[in-house]
């Protein structure tokens, strides 16, 4: 079975603080591929990042990072010196290597006060 | 601004009413997707369209009838809906529909049933 877990329902900090937002996945498959996406309160999903089971390299983007530890099948993301822009809902999710089907966590809500 | 367009952004129908969102991509994409979102929870996958044909219907009652006229529109067609209905709906592509292709999102449509 395919399982994504965003174990923090909501996270608040103060903008220029760091926040990391984890993600925890279960798969039994080999190939596979994880997602980050960003929903502003205007409804839409705005996609971050995407990273195949093969590549475990850590990537920059920014004030944004991301960690992929297939040892501990997680793939959590950092954003560093938070801004009020950041403020948004989370989504981590997962896919199978020939399929439509986007698996996604339960959404981590990040609020950042000025 | 998101390259898939969704009509309207707001809706309110009444249970007897017709009705019909609409979805537009100009990307190339050939695979298009339905979503349905309840506040606070992860969209949840309705309909597959992948090279204009219905790929998966994901148990969704036959009051949601989702038509592909061309590979950039996509319509979901409502009729009978029930209060539950109320959500956001959220239309997504993809270049193919493989896994290891992120989707892109439209910024939704919130329908409220009264």
């Known amino acids: 079975a395919q399982k994504v877990t965003q174990a923090q329902t909501e996270i608040s900090v103060v903008e220029k603080e760091d926040v990391t937002l984890d993600c925890v996945y279960e798969?039994?498959?080999?190939?596979?591929?994880l997602f980050w996406y960003k929903q502003p309160p205007s409804g839409e999903l705005v996609f971050l990042i995407r990273?195949?089971?093969?590549?475990?390299q850590n990537e920059i983007s920014g004030r944004y990072s991301w960690n992929f530890q297939k040892s501990t099948s997680s793939f959590n993301f950092t954003i560093t010196a938070s801004q009020v822009v950041d403020s948004a809902v989370y989504f981590c999710?997962?896919?199978?290597?020939?399929?439509?089907?986007?698996?996604f966590g339960s959404g981590t809500r990040l609020l950042v006060r000025p | 601004d998101t390259e898939v367009t969704q009509t309207p952004k707001h809706l309110v129908m009444g249970m007897t009413n017709k009705k019909s969102l609409k979805c537009e991509q100009h990307?190339?994409?050939?695979?298009m997707y339905w979503y349905k979102q309840k506040a606070k929870k992860p969209p949840e996958l309705m309909f597959v369209y992948s090279y204009e044909k219905l790929s998966i219907n994901e148990s969704v009652p036959s009051r949601f009838s989702p038509e592909c006229p061309n590979s950039s529109l996509l319509n979901l067609h409502l009729h009978a809906l029930q209060p539950e209905d109320s959500a956001l709906y959220l239309c997504a592509s993809s270049p193919s529909g493989l896994g290891n292709q992120p989707q892109h999102f439209g910024d939704g449509t919130r329908l409220s049933i009264l």
């Open positions: 990273r195949n089971s093969f590549d475990e």
């Open positions: 798969t039994r498959d080999t190939t596979y591929y």
């Open positions: 999710a997962l896919s199978r290597d020939s399929s439509y089907k986007l698996i």
């Open positions: 990307m190339g994409h050939r695979a």
